[in-house]
């Protein structure tokens, strides 16, 4: 072969060189300078991973700065799913089980269903970590951390979960926190992972206005009930994230970028917890020592539940709710097993998990009587509330025949002439029987519902507007919704008509009338400042804390975000005189000699005088409703500072159970003399003035007569 | 006062010209230094977030000084004297395969193509190739006609290394030794009409593997996956994602996330061209492109240059094994390529290939400074 012709395949050789060269360059050219952006995002997505990160939840306060709501550390065994993925389904049993052991033994019993049920969670975004027990001690997670290699995918990490220093004070107005649902995640405008579905439609939205949107997740904690519910958007932190950049084996290598959550706001109740800590431990007194007890004709002494009440009657500021038998929110920061759940609900257990201060509805009995008697004096039956009736025990109907048409006082007591204080001092049934039946008579002139408009002025019959989740209504019958209800299930009612007998038991608050404890202090503290109808409010104020080292309700360490000021519902048109003979009756009640609780107030008299009245409701085949209304002081130019009610359901006379325990709660508040609540870690004061509330209990003075 | 101003002067004139010394390819050199810097740095940033990182670095570090050595001292004796000992390499080199499929064999990435020596390995095939260039280039500048006879030998000296790497299976090694033969028998002088018969015996032959159950799935898939881009392996678009994401200045040095993440499996050998494609960008892989090119086009220059048929075979069997190496390298993380485990000449870690591409350019050198003697 000649030298030319090897040249020449030589540069064939180098063509074919430098094209597969070019070929390289055009190759890295398309790559790198045209379809750049393309593979950086894959290359982003490939390991970059955005980890949510809640932020503290706001603390909630009472009305004087004292944490009722606080947060800690909880460590929770979690699972990173990354590495668990990349196992055969043998493998990772096998891995469960062991885990599932090791927890057990390390005192913690585990399922491993359970452990497998979080895994196949699809409600956790893929590379969110699903927990798997909570709450563990230091120990577990060294013991985890120190067999790192043993565990793959398993992580101790940890959360911020509610602490509750007062334990189950005010637990019910507290409310408690769990992971969102479906359900709440819509409403909050979240997105649903993909997979899940609801059936449930959403629910309303309840955005605060003014508030900015704080977005959830699966996984996120939202208040169930009470505050934490309804001041959700306050409360609630703006989350944060961390982007972080984890190599192929999902192992962490560097945080890219981190917003910071940003702590929520802090709640101030209305709450005095001082106050709140006296009421409960006095219901709770009263009610322990009840139980067991019967009554004259055998009926039992129950009292499943109670609530006692207290408000500001010039701003309509709720100081204490006590709602019996308590709650105890602690118990749920691990989540709500089924039992718990069961028994927090069990009518058996008094549901614990009611408020029944706002859920309760009860017949109002005697309470109810300023209403009949304002609807008669503003309607012009009774024009001056002087004129007077004669008690003697019984109240005949005009145009009736026979024993039905009698109508008795409680225990047939005649009270001899009458007028409207009298009536009040003495709760003579009688009297309001007799407004009744002239009433439905006149029902030409007067209309057909005049107690129940007078009522509804007050707020009977309506929710209060409290800020709180669940309220009820109560109940005001009227002849129409009577007829309406008939007319709807003509099998359920003997009849649809509204006949005299109906108005006389509802001018005493029998009959169908309900009330809630809440609905009659907001009408009684009503009543008190002369007729300005406040909405309850649960809240006083909003904080963003300042510096987050010092104590959130520290003078000065906060902000105010928004003051809850008095919110005015309605005005009742009340002359002064029609208020002062109201005022009169019911302060007779405890000053006069034949008040239905005069007695009670002398026993534990408050530093002032009250004005009040006792109601004892009967329930068919249950024993009676005591319940106490009222507010002190009174008197010329005094200004009404709290407001009370006191329902106990199957307990007994008013005047026996609870006017006492109205004034017992009162007195010390009066004198200013009022026991600091305890905390969970020193209960030693609390323990003996417990021990005192229980022995003043039992030896409670009563009028000894219902009314 | 003469003697003291012109001291080199009178050097010059008693030198010899042809002194092998004076003919150092420099550029070349040069080219080989800079690549080897650049691997080298490359290979550290693919190895320091691996366990035993420095270990890589240490080893690596190891093999350039051997290797650099191998090249000196190749460079020095005289090709034509290593050529004629080429029946003993080539016999050496066989054996050295054969090696393999005794228990002293071991299995890496499932190719039995390893010797172990505690942390070392040994992968025979990558001096064989050397061995076998040298064999050819010997046996067929004997004579400047390529009859039927010499073809058919020369054939037979390529067939059977190929068919033993074919046997591992190391099927990249094996088309190393394809093309190496075709490079070297189009230079080396093969009539035209046997080499057109020849190119067609060989796709029938490709075809037919193909076809047959000789491949095991996955080395089909590997050879075809980059015509369907769709059913790219982990592999290859983990690579494209590295390298496109380093647009056109890269994430600087050792700053690649891909890298840093070891989201590239091999990284650091057979895949290392994605470091440099995602911390250096267009501007340094592309550099890294044209410094390999320019070392190739320094071998092909060389083959030119050389004073016989025997340099010119010589450097045109490396050039060939260089040009495939680099094509099918780079050409396999760009998508381009099959994925063949073959590495990148001194960028790749690995003791052999280094020290193969050492006394590759070793050779060379020789071939142009002997090119007078």
């Not at chain 1, 208040?223 to 306050?234: A, H, L, M, N, P």
């Not at chain 1, 005005?571 to 405890?590: E, F, N």
């Not at chain 1, 006792?614 to 002081?633: C, E, H, I, M």
């Amino acid at each position: 072969m000649d030298t030319k012709s090897r040249q020449v395949r030589l540069s064939a050789l180098g063509i074919v060189a430098l094209s597969l060269f070019l070929a390289l360059f055009v190759r890295l050219w398309f790559l790198q300078g045209i379809d750049r952006q393309k593979f950086e995002v894959a290359s982003a997505s490939n390991r970059l991973r955005v980890i949510h990160e809640e932020g503290p939840r706001g603390r909630i306060l009472d009305r004087n700065g004292k944490v009722i709501v606080d947060n800690r550390t909880s460590r929770v065994v979690a699972l990173d799913r990354e590495p668990l993925r990349k196992m055969d389904d043998d493998e990772r049993n096998a891995h469960f089980e062991e885990l599932a052991r090791t927890m057990t033994e390390l005192g913690r019993p585990t399922k491993v269903a359970l452990i497998q049920k979080r895994y196949d969670d699809k409600r956790y975004a893929p590379q969110e970590y699903v927990p798997i027990v909570e709450d563990v001690t230091e120990e577990v997670e060294i013991h985890l951390s120190e067999r790192a290699e043993r565990f793959p995918g398993v992580v101790v990490e940890t959360r911020s979960v509610r602490s509750y220093p007062y334990g189950s004070l005010a637990g019910q107005v507290l409310g408690y926190v769990g992971e969102i649902n479906e359900k709440e995640l819509v409403a909050k405008g979240g997105t649903l992972p993909a997979g899940v579905t609801t059936t449930d439609p959403p629910e309303t939205t309840t955005t605060t206005p003014g508030v900015p949107p704080k977005p959830y997740q699966p996984g996120d904690l939202i208040g169930k009930s009470g505050v934490e519910r309804s001041y959700e958007d306050y409360l609630r932190a703006v989350p944060g994230s961390r982007t972080i950049e984890v190599n192929a084996k999902g192992d962490l290598i560097d945080v890219v970028k981190r917003e910071t959550p940003r702590a929520g706001d802090d709640v101030w109740l209305s709450i005095d917890i001082d106050l709140q800590a006296e009421a409960e431990r006095l219901l709770a007194a009263k009610i322990d020592s009840l139980r067991g007890r019967t009554d004259k004709t055998g009926a039992r002494f129950n009292a499943p539940q109670g609530s006692v009440v207290i408000q500001e009657p010039t701003t309509g500021q709720i100081l204490a709710m006590a709602s019996y038998p308590p709650f105890d929110p602690s118990s749920t920061v691990n989540g709500i097993s089924s039992e718990l759940w069961a028994q927090l609900n069990d009518s058996a257990n008094g549901q614990p998990l009611y408020n029944w201060a706002l859920q309760g509805m009860y017949a109002p009995g005697s309470t109810f009587k300023p209403f009949t008697a304002f609807a008669a004096m503003s309607s012009g039956l009774l024009p001056t509330g002087n004129e007077s009736y004669p008690d003697n025990g019984v109240y005949k109907l005009k145009a009736c025949k026979g024993t039905k048409c009698e109508f008795r006082n409680a225990g047939g007591t005649p009270h001899g002439r009458v007028n409207v204080p009298r009536s009040l001092t003495v709760s003579s049934d009688v009297y309001y029987y007799w407004i009744g039946e002239q009433f439905w008579v006149g029902r030409d002139r007067f209309g057909d519902t005049p107690i129940q408009d007078a009522a509804a002025k007050f707020g009977i019959g309506s929710p209060t507007g409290i800020r709180l989740p669940g309220e009820n209504s109560g109940r005001l019958p009227t002849p129409a919704a009577r007829k309406e209800a008939y007319e709807a299930n003509p099998g359920k009612f003997a009849t649809g008509d509204w006949r005299t007998g109906d108005n006389i038991i509802t001018s005493i608050g029998q009959g169908d009338v309900l009330v809630t404890p809440l609905q009659l202090v907001d009408a009684y503290a009503t009543l008190a400042n002369g007729g300005t109808r406040y909405r309850p409010q649960i809240v006083s104020k909003v904080t963003r804390i300042k510096d987050a080292a010092l104590p959130p309700g520290q003078e000065g360490n906060f902000d105010v975000v928004t003051t809850v000021e008095p919110e005015a519902l309605g005005k009742v048109d009340m002359t002064p005189q029609q208020h002062g003979q109201i005022v009169s009756g019911l302060v007779g009640v405890t000053q006069s000699g034949e008040g239905t609780a005069a007695a009670s107030w002398r026993a534990s008299p408050t530093a002032w005088p009250m004005a009040g009245k006792t109601g004892t409701a009967q329930v068919r085949g249950k024993a009676d409703t005591a319940l106490f209304a009222g507010w002190g002081p009174t008197g010329p130019g005094a200004v009404p500072q709290y407001a009370i009610s006191v329902v106990v359901p199957e307990a007994g006379f008013g005047g026996d159970v609870a006017a006492p325990l109205a004034f017992r709660i009162l007195q010390p508040l009066s004198h200013g003399q009022l026991t600091p609540a305890c905390t969970v870690v020193d209960r030693s004061a609390c323990d003996m003035a417990a021990l005192a509330a229980n022995q003043a209990s039992q030896s409670d003075v009563g009028s000894g007569g219902p009314g | 006062m003469t003697r003291t101003l012109t001291p080199s002067g009178d050097r010059f004139r008693s030198t010899d010209l042809t002194a092998p010394w004076r003919h150092v390819d420099t550029v070349l050199l040069g080219v080989v230094v800079l690549i080897v810097v650049t691997g080298t740095a490359m290979v550290y940033s693919a190895t320091r977030n691996l366990a035993g990182g420095s270990g890589y670095m240490v080893r690596q570090g190891l093999f350039v000084v051997l290797g650099a050595a191998l090249m000196v001292g190749i460079s020095l004796i005289d090709y034509r004297r290593i050529a004629d000992w080429w029946q003993v390499i080539y016999g050496l080199s066989l054996i050295g395969m054969a090696g393999i499929f005794t228990p002293l064999g071991a299995v890496v990435n499932g190719t039995k193509g390893w010797y172990r020596f505690g942390p070392f390995s040994l992968q025979p095939a990558e001096f064989a190739k050397l061995g076998v260039i040298l064999a050819v280039a010997a046996y067929l500048s004997q004579s400047d006609r390529v009859d039927l006879r010499r073809l058919a030998v020369a054939l037979g000296l390529f067939g059977v290394p190929t068919v033993m790497t074919l046997l591992q299976p190391d099927l990249g090694s094996a088309l190393v030794f394809i093309v190496i033969a075709l490079g070297m028998l189009v230079v080396g002088g093969v009539q035209m009409r046997h080499l057109l018969v020849l190119v067609a015996l060989g796709l029938v032959a490709v075809l037919g593997i193909l076809n047959s159950g000789t491949l095991d799935q996955y080395q089909k898939d590997r050879l075809t996956s980059f015509v369907t881009p769709d059913g790219q392996s982990y592999n290859v678009s983990q690579a494209q994602q590295a390298i496109g994401s380093g647009g056109l200045t890269g994430y600087g040095f050792t700053k690649g996330p891909q890298t840093r993440g070891g989201y590239v499996p091999e990284q650091e050998t057979d895949f290392i061209f994605t470091v440099a494609g995602e911390e250096l960008g267009f501007v340094g892989a592309g550099a890294l492109v044209v410094l390999l090119g320019l070392m190739v086009w320094r071998v092909w220059r060389n083959a030119q240059l050389a004073g016989d048929t025997l340099g010119t075979l010589i450097c045109v069997g490396i050039m060939s094994m260089m040009l495939f190496h680099i094509f099918e390298n780079i050409g396999m993380t760009l998508g381009i390529m099959p994925v063949t485990g073959i590495p990148l000449p001194f960028v790749s870690y690995g003791g052999s290939s280094m020290m193969t591409s050492f006394a590759a350019v070793g050779l060379v050198q020789s071939v142009h400074m002997h090119r007078y003697a």
